[in-house]
């Protein structure tokens, strides 16, 4: 069990999102509320894209709680990026190390995920089974969540994001059958290019973890002017989080059981259905 | 804010009392019931003595949390010891770093505190000028517990444990008052040379953090059928711990404000009145 | 490229022979003599078994340095072993993470490695394969040589030692020409099931890390009287190491090429020789 | 015993310098050519200004050897900065733990040190007495790197750099003298208020460690083509460090003993003498 937030829209300094709100990610860290543990400190990991260099995200991970990190706060005041990944660790067995932190990296891509694949220690070899050949030594650590990230990439991620994720989690539940594990997938997923992220909540028995995105700007201005930073902010400015940033009314939209957010969503609805493709 | 616990009696694993009781002191560093913090996981320790050995203790401390700690799991298994110490800590602001970690250890003894002293940075120059020059550089880390200890072997722990102790504490409250900082003190404390344990429970409001220690075995075995572990151990077998590691009715007495147990306590009360000795 | 020693015999302190000698294994962390690198500063493990306990042995590894690990130095200080394993690691490239970290353990069961298997991202996917399905996501860490001990258990390691390293070996030999890669495997083994030490000598190219055995301890009290630890010693005690931990002559023998030692060699001969076998 | 790199000049990626010349910081992190140590792997730290922000730098230190922390390579290659700091630490005994990691910062203040003072242990307590007050609780960890920064802090640093740091080198050769310690003082020193930099070179006995500073762009451009980010630096880019970055005749030049220089150096010459002000 974790807690991840995705930014998306003007350049920010991480440390206005993840340390300045009243129950900010790392105030998520120490005492989350709506998680199945309300402590997240096995680990952390930010991944952020530049304004300028040459697309691929920087990633920086720790096994120490976050809370108490501080090269992460360093870096939160001094890293400025249109576009960061940020999660917090509750490891569910798996072993605390730096492989094993989110967000997980491929070429320009970032993939992170709270939740779990039931009985993966039954499952990960048939699973890992599935990865194309030539990504299978990328995997270097052993959680689930990064087996997700190389199901998706061999299932086509650079194509279609919705698609490849569909047939993974697709997957990913017929080899829980086979295996007799009827509802295997538990899953609140964040993937991006550096362009737009994708956020998915979904799973197998339909009561999937947490997750959150906030109002147009606009809407949040007008809701929240403590929030300072809000105001230099484009419109399309968009996070996406396992749990509101504040308890403002208005403010923080659920995304629904089984759908799909895209961000910058543009003039697109901000979310659609979400459903795995039955491999 | 912190969580402790000292044993002294029959030669145990460590893994009996630190892992395997309802409520043990790792289960407290995830979710503390009585404590200020509910997490304690920036960093933890223990120190044991060994049947052998020239009765100097060992110490193993790590800053990672205690509950996703493998080699503190992998000691805890496979270390036998008649008298030892464990902490887990919530640091109340300074550095996560192993010299930061209790217990501290100066040759034959071993130190733990839970609490704090009042605005430390203020007081912390005038407390430090007052440590034996010659023991000024074994101080390591920058926690107020550290220097408490070296404040107390300078007013002889060597000879008088309760009383240099209350040198010590009678010695912070004058300086706090010097400081105009009225109640500076709030500890539990251990302390042992091996042979014996002392505990101390201590503020200056008189309100002091929780402490605990467990009845007579024989007492305790009556209770506490379920704990196995008790059937071997002698009667002068005891625990000190911040929070009891179960909920059974009379197993656990709560140490009173202002007070000092001494464990194996023998013929002797389990406790007496401890009182700061003015400056 | 890293520094291994295994030691059967007396129970001793580790601190004796991790620590004491002049070319000591913490020594030869930092300046190793005869190895690819001299510094395997890329974490270390040690890994002993008790005399009494239920035969599995406790695991302590650490990413960080083994010459300035405190705890490192305070478990050899106070840990008594009959029957222990010692790693200093220098990664060739994989993570470095304490489930990378030797020795690694199975049930009753030691394994540690210096040495690499060529092009292994290109051989991983194979030789993760011929694991036993059981026994798959028990591998945690990203090495070679943790599959290398996973392919020796599944070639049967629990009834015939020398026979599934000889088929281990055979194995990725096997693999490696199946990928085009001629000489693919360089091993300094050691494995124990607790009551014996199995050390393998052995490199496709009939070029291996070097690996050196202690002459029986008679021989060693007579020509090494300043290892004052040597008096109490049984004779049957052994230590097998990657370098020698001093430079008295007739001290250290080199395990030929090719070559398995087994400790205590009892009335067998010292060693014998290996190869793998076909697969 | 360290190696320490300070930049100036055109906002450059760290990673040009911190990896990609032939003997890189990261690479003498591993292998110095003229340390007292060939290993600097005690930790490590990075230190950097922002073209945009308050002033204050951000600080970067962990305790793993730097040629294996990812971490360190993510930031080199997404951070930019025109003044940064790097150090690689080999400890001479205090611990090793992130708040004895260099660089020390103090408000806009960088410091970093190679050196150390002999007897440490006996003279730290008159040193730590002379800080003053209201700095005292400032000192986080137990090297004498950090007393020596807080010390010319106390003694004008503010005011006059060079000055400040005469005064702290005259009362540390004062206070050794009066505890018997006839040359206590070595040091290669670098402090910015993230305009300019100081680079000191002295010790007590006139042979200091060693120090190296690079001749001005245009020259360094003729003379060393392959380092294509040179291109682009402008005239007043100059490096400082404890070793040579490459091989090339008339790229570095020795900073003599008893010397400061200040870059940028602009009309001035590269370095003046520099001599303890007796305390």
């Known amino acids: ?18 340390y300045r709100p009243e129950h900010s990610l790392i105030n998520q860290s120490l ?4 998680g199945v543990e309300t402590t997240n400190g096995d680990g952390f990991g930010i991944g952020w894209y530049s304004t300028d260099g040459d697309g691929t995200p920087a990633v920086f991970r720790d096994t120490a709680p976050a809370w108490n990190n501080r090269n992460l706060r360093e870096l939160a005041s001094h890293v400025r990026s249109p576009l960061f990944f940020a999660h917090v660790r509750a490891s569910t067995g798996s072993a605390v190390q730096q492989t094993n932190c989110h967000p997980f990296r491929h070429g320009r ?8 694949i039931a009985d993966f220690h039954r499952l990960q070899r048939d699973l890992c089974m599935a990865v194309d050949p030539a990504l299978f030594s990328c995997i270097e650590g052993s959680t689930d969540s990064e087996v997700m990230f190389y199901l998706a990439i061999t299932f086509g991620l650079d194509q279609d994001v919705p698609g490849a994720v569909a047939r993974m989690a697709g997957f ?9 594990v009827p509802e295997p997938l538990q899953m609140t997923v964040a993937v991006s290019d550096g362009q737009r992220v994708w956020a ?3 799973s197998s028995q339909g009561a999937s973890r947490s997750l959150f995105y906030s109002s147009r700007a606009e809407t949040v201005r007008r809701l929240h002017p403590d929030l300072g930073y809000l105001d230099e902010v484009s419109d399309d400015t968009r996070i996406v989080v396992s749990e509101p940033l504040g308890d403002l009314p208005g403010m923080w939209n659920e995304l629904p059981e089984g759908s799909c957010a ?18």
């Open 200 to 202: 998915f909540r979904y």
């Open 1 to 18: 069990m974790c807690r991840w937030l995705a930014y998306s829209g003007s350049p920010l300094l991480l440390d206005a999102v993840l």
């Open 31 to 34: 005492r989350a509320r709506m």
């Open 109 to 116: 891509w970032l993939w992170m995920h709270n939740g779990s």
């Open 172 to 180: 990913v539940e017929r080899v829980g059958k086979e295996h007799g």
């Open 262 to 279: 895209v961000i910058p969503s543009g003039a697109e609805p901000d979310y659609f259905p979400f459903l795995p493709e039955p491999g």
